[in-house]
């Protein structure tokens, strides 16, 4: 059934839908299964489209609709009581996002609310939980370990008992009896994952985590985990969301991810502080990091692509904003073990000895691993950590461009750079530098024109003005009418020390691209159209740096990987046609990955290919908001925009819609459609697209509504 088909049916039943009530049910000619709504005392607010954006799919029900959906799903746990008969009894709240009541059985408000329970006490001596809740779990006949044996955390089961007070209010009693000696001064957490199902009414589900701490005896908590925070997690999976979706919170996560739980299959630890780091650091493991999952499923992460430096510890532990930071946010470098070391630096041997001297407990470890020693690349753990590009030795180069000459077609430009280093009192004369490679290119409608000049050796340097001059050896085009820009790749190679007496670390201490747009007529420059902010493309990859960490901004990527730009000159010819590298092709193309129907391999340097189809993004693709700067994800592109040559797709050349949407959507049913959708006018030499009659803004099956999530 579409979302359209579905929206209709939302809004028909909504019309015949009488208000829900937020108040209690009583029972009808004291039947206690047959329930009416009392009249609430209050009038609730009603959700409204209003509340929600684009990208949702709820903001395309209309008010009805919504008022129907009551979207969201959220869980309050009230409180806790552990009887005589040493089973927790929860009293706890269901509503939706706007805070009404949801009966969880589905029938007065649409969905039902399934919720699974975990019980378990923290552990402060050893950072971890251990469940009350378990299961055990059998080696499949098929795996390396065939009828093996594991206990595992896991939640109640089977269910016990729930007692609904109210709509939207109810308890839940425990199956699992609590051994007669447990600790009751220790910490304690419920954990519940909920799924309020309406696939079938809007075509997804919604999901909520709550984790309660207490304490039986009453007492006040002092110990409780709080190592990582959703947040940090979200700057790149979007959503965090595994065991089908169900489990989003990283505290409920751990609260089965602890020692106490194998892989039977395998014989493989999944506690968490093992799982993370071999997860996203395959490359640091002597064999394949392989846990077989519920049906027989086999979860190899041996391909996994990490999209930033795996010394970035603080990225995870203790997030990129105040809100992503935990209260035991120095975990990672206070509370050094041989687990959760041991799971990046796979070759280590702390009990054998191997890679490292003999260590049989964790007692000593911040012995020599100090948390920060003030020295980079020594034994402590941040400096181990420091990442070269990051280290506190480089000066930084500054480059800014004070003017530019001769811009007109048929012209060789003259620009003039100051290059600074440090605080911008040292001046540096641009042949002096490792790379001096100035940019010349137009124009900035679709680049496809452009020259990188090496300049080393050709500038004019003018110690006092403290300036750097350079004349292209390239002209301008004479038909080169419009805007154009300048820019360039500019470093300095720079040793760095090793705090542990290593040889030294020869870094490319690159500037920022110096961005500067001119016209080559009397009418203004404009700059070119921002399709994409680098600050998002950071949430994920921390530092996005190419092609040996010189190009920093989209600015100048966008400059080369242009319409009708490839990879030619690297591509052996047995390997056939060259692949475009067009960003709108490449970058879709790439963040598809796995899910591509054909593959997308790039030949870079040396003829070396780049196979991108194993590419597993963590994100949700239809969330384009989260590379594109809003507005930008729509169709039809901006005037301008070059068609792209696409030698190795269904058909070439695609206009720059086609060839953006045909990224993600590769199959051929997807390409004959825009095929079918585009046409080259008389006297055109650019094809025309029809994308925008259905998918432009506000239109039936805008890019908005079809990605709405």
């Given at each position: 059934m579409s979302f359209v088909t579905r929206s209709l049916m939302i809004v028909a039943a909504a019309a015949t839908l009488a208000v829900t009530s937020s108040g209690p049910l009583t029972a009808v000619d004291g039947n206690a299964s047959r329930r009416r709504p009392v009249v609430a005392q209050t009038t609730p607010t009603q959700p409204t489209t209003s509340a929600f954006t684009p990208a949702q799919m709820e903001y395309y029900l209309g008010e009805d609709g919504v008022a129907y959906i009551r979207p969201g799903l959220k869980i309050k746990i009230n409180s806790v009581t552990i009887g005589s008969d040493r089973r927790a009894v929860v009293d706890f709240n269901l509503t939706d996002d706007f805070d009404q009541p949801l009966d969880r059985a589905g029938k007065i408000t649409p969905g039902v609310v399934s919720t699974s329970w975990i019980f378990a006490y923290y552990s402060p001596d050893t950072r971890e939980y251990t469940a009350y809740t378990t299961r055990t779990a059998t080696g499949v006949a098929t795996s390396p370990n065939p009828g093996a044996t594991a206990i595992q955390a896991s939640s109640d089961s089977p269910a016990g008992p729930y007692v609904e007070l109210e709509m939207g209010h109810y308890t839940y009693k425990f199956t699992k009896v609590l051994p007669e000696n447990y600790d009751?001064?220790?910490?304690?957490?419920?954990?519940?994952?909920?799924?309020?199902?309406?696939?079938?009414?809007?075509?997804?589900?919604?999901?909520?985590?709550?984790?309660?701490?207490?304490?039986?005896?009453?007492?006040?908590?002092?110990?409780?985990?709080?190592?990582?925070?959703?947040?940090?997690?979200?700057?790149?999976?979007?959503?965090?969301?595994?065991?089908?979706g169900s489990r989003r919170d990283v505290k409920l996560c751990v609260m089965c991810?602890?020692?106490?739980?194998?892989?039977?299959?395998?014989?493989?630890?999944?506690?968490?502080?093992?799982?993370?780091?071999?997860?996203?650091?395959p490359a640091g493991q002597t064999t394949p990091y392989i846990i077989w999952g519920n049906q027989s499923s086999i979860h190899n992460y041996s391909h996994t692509t990490y999209p930033q430096s795996v010394l970035n510890c603080a990225n995870c532990h203790e997030g990129r904003t105040a809100a992503q930071k935990?209260?035991?946010?120095?975990?990672?470098?206070?509370?050094?073990?041989?687990?959760?070391?041991?799971?990046?630096?796979?070759?280590?041997?702390?009990?054998?000895?191997?890679?490292?001297?003999?260590q049989t407990s964790d007692t000593q470890c911040a012995t020599c691993h100090i948390p920060e020693s003030g020295v980079e690349f020594d034994a402590s753990i941040k400096g181990a950590h420091t990442i070269a590009?990051?280290?506190?030795?480089?000066?930084?180069?500054?480059?800014?461009?004070?003017?530019?000459?001769?811009?007109?077609?048929?012209?060789?430009?003259?620009?003039?750079?100051?290059?600074?280093?440090?605080?911008?009192?040292?001046?540096?004369?641009?042949?002096?530098?490792?790379?001096?490679?100035?940019?010349?290119?137009?124009?900035?409608?679709?680049?496809?024109?452009?020259?990188?000049?090496?300049?080393?050796?050709?500038?004019?340097?003018?110690?006092?003005?403290g300036t750097t001059t350079y004349t292209f050896t390239n002209a301008i085009p004479a038909t080169g009418k419009g805007t154009w820009v300048i820019s360039g790749d500019f470093y300095l190679n720079t040793a760095v020390k090793r705090g542990d007496g290593g040889a030294d670390?020869?870094?490319?201490?690159?500037?920022?691209?110096?961005?500067?747009?001119v016209s080559t007529t009397s009418a203004p420059a404009v700059a070119r159209r921002q399709i994409v902010d680098i600050n998002?493309?950071?949430?994920?990859?921390?530092?996005?740096?190419?092609?040996?960490?010189?190009?920093?901004v989209i600015d100048e990527c966008v400059i080369c990987h242009n319409p009708v730009e490839d990879d030619q000159s690297r591509r052996p010819a047995a390997a056939g046609a060259p692949e475009s590298v067009s960003f709108q092709r490449m970058i879709h193309r790439i963040h598809s990955g796995e899910e591509l129907t054909q593959p997308y391999t790039v030949y870079g340097f040396g003829g070396t290919?780049?196979?991108?189809?194993?590419?597993?993004?963590?994100?949700?693709?239809?969330?384009?908001?989260?590379?594109?700067?809003?507005?930008t994800q729509n169709v039809p592109p901006a005037v301008g925009a070059d068609p792209v040559v696409t030698l190795r797709d269904f058909f070439s050349p695609q206009g720059p819609g086609t060839a953006s949407c045909l990224g993600c959507?590769?199959?051929?049913?997807?390409?004959?459609?825009?095929?079918?959708?585009?046409?080259?006018?008389?006297?055109?030499?650019?094809?025309?697209?029809?994308?925008?009659?259905?998918?432009?803004?506000?239109?039936?099956?805008?890019?908005?509504?079809?990605?709405?999530r």
């Open positions: 009751k001064a220790k910490t304690h957490t419920i954990g519940i994952y909920a799924t309020r199902n309406l696939t079938e009414i809007l075509g997804k589900n919604y999901y909520a985590n709550v984790e309660h701490d207490f304490r039986p005896d009453g007492g006040t908590i002092t110990a409780k985990w709080d190592k990582i925070r959703d947040g940090a997690c979200l700057n790149c999976h979007d959503p965090l969301a595994l065991h089908g991810h602890s020692t106490q739980t194998k892989d039977p299959d395998t014989g493989n630890s999944v506690n968490m502080a093992e799982l993370v780091h071999k997860i996203h650091y935990p209260t035991q946010s120095d975990i990672w470098y206070t509370q050094p073990s041989r687990r959760a070391c041991g799971a990046c630096h796979g070759a280590t041997d702390f009990a054998g000895g191997s890679n490292h001297p003999k590009s990051k280290s506190k030795q480089l000066k930084g180069v500054k480059v800014s461009i004070v003017s530019v000459t001769g811009v007109a077609p048929g012209s060789k430009p003259t620009v003039t750079y100051k290059i600074t280093q440090g605080d911008g009192t040292t001046v540096i004369d641009g042949n002096k530098l490792s790379t001096f490679s100035p940019i010349l290119a137009g124009p900035t409608t679709s680049y496809v024109d452009y020259w990188r000049e090496n300049a080393i050796g050709k500038g004019v340097f003018d110690a006092a003005a670390i020869t870094v490319r201490d690159a500037a920022v691209n110096p961005i500067k747009y998002l493309c950071n949430e994920c990859h921390d530092s996005l740096a190419l092609h040996g960490g010189q190009r920093l290919p780049f196979d991108f189809t194993e590419v597993l993004y963590p994100g949700d693709r239809r969330n384009c908001l989260s590379c594109h700067i809003s507005g959507h590769d199959n051929e049913d997807a390409a004959a459609h825009a095929f079918l959708n585009t046409t080259n006018f008389p006297g055109s030499t650019k094809p025309s697209e029809a994308c925008g009659t259905c998918h432009g803004a506000g239109a039936e099956w805008s890019v908005d509504k079809s990605h709405a």
